[in-house]
């Protein structure tokens, strides 16, 4: 029997694109260039599976295509936003994600932005560089103090648990959310985890904002400039989340008028490109996209889509299915 034909879109961990070789008739992408739209409707057409990331936009206007052969769409990344989920399900097209795998990883990179933002360590760095840097000073650069603050989570799901364990246990942070859905009664006892009635309480509340929310339609500009304008002066908002969850024009000017102190971002509006206005402001920390960047979680994402595609060609349901 012919191998199924498998296509990973973007270059992963050598070991696992070793694994899949091993077992598939694998198409790579040494290259690591992202895939049109149209390579991926041409992709769905010529593959069994594909293994996809963030980077592949599958709207319902690409899985649309005519003479689809493909059956599954293994992501990777926990975040599914990239594929329209309604229009996967209309065509039987199976979709898996990776949870839990990245949720430490991306907890730890949500303090250290949040730090960084707190403590303007991006503007100190910026500074040294540019030889700016005159010398020890009582009054310069003064951030805002983190530890026994209060953090406020939009979104209380794993990554966003993990982060309020650091936060509360590690800095002495009060924990406050927001959440449609209620979560274990032992992780809200453990945390003392206050859950707030609506967004607009936990903004006017929180030193700190966290956005923990899947992206997507529903969420959509959730941050605008009515609930920036809730925040504390001193606050700052932290999203590891996704770019389109903060309305980045709002944000800008948020920023500029010093309606909050800070910004700590690693996922933006239409990334990887980034509004010059952005750039040009001191009190914003950005980084591109590293949530989920150690070579451990790399690995044991690209294990989770291998666990997902094996058990898809066994006949089996796959564990992370989301479609
Ligand atoms: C991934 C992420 O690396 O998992 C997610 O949702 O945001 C990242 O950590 C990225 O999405 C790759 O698909």
Not at 103 to 111: R, V
Not at 115 to 120: D, F, G, K, P, V
Request: aromatic share 6%.
């Amino acid at each position: 029997m012919n191998k199924p034909k498998v296509l990973v879109t973007r270059k992963w961990p050598a070991a696992i694109e070793e694994k899949l070789s091993k077992l598939y008739d694998v198409k790579l992408n040494k290259q690591d260039t992202p895939l049109s739209a149209l390579e991926l409707k041409a992709a769905l057409q010529n593959y069994d599976a594909i293994l996809a990331t963030v980077t592949d936009r599958f709207t319902a206007e690409v899985l649309s295509v005519a003479d689809r052969r493909t059956k599954i769409i293994a992501n990777f990344g926990v975040g599914y936003d990239n594929i329209d989920i309604q229009a996967a399900k209309q065509y039987n097209l199976i979709v898996t994600n990776t949870p839990e795998v990245l949720t430490e990883c991306t907890a730890d990179l949500t303090m250290m932005l949040l730090l960084m933002s707190a403590r303007r360590a991006a503007e100190g760095e910026r500074l040294i560089r540019r030889r700016q840097w005159h010398g020890w000073s009582p009054t310069h650069q003064l951030g805002q103090k983190v530890s026994g603050k209060t953090l406020g989570l939009i979104g209380f799901g794993r990554i966003a648990q993990a982060v309020a364990r650091r936060a509360h246990h590690g800095f002495g942070m009060q924990i406050l959310f927001s959440d449609p859905f209620v979560p274990a009664q032992d992780i809200v006892e453990e945390l003392q985890a206050q859950r707030c009635d609506t967004i607009d309480e936990l903004l006017t509340e929180a030193h700190f904002v966290s956005l923990h929310c899947p992206g997507g339609k529903a969420t959509r500009h959730l941050i605008n400039e009515r609930r920036l304008k809730l925040m504390r002066p001193t606050a700052h908002l932290i999203n590891t989340a996704r770019g389109d969850v903060v309305d980045s024009r709002a944000l800008i000017k948020a920023l500029q008028q010093q309606w909050i102190a800070g910004a700590g971002l690693d996922v933006y509006e239409g990334e990887p490109n980034i509004d010059q206005d952005l750039l040009a402001l001191e009190n914003v920390t950005l980084l591109p996209h590293l949530g989920s960047a150690t070579e451990e979680t790399r690995l044991a994402m690209g294990n989770r889509v291998l666990d997902n595609v094996t058990a898809f060609f066994a006949g089996q349901n796959p564990v992370d299915r989301v479609a």
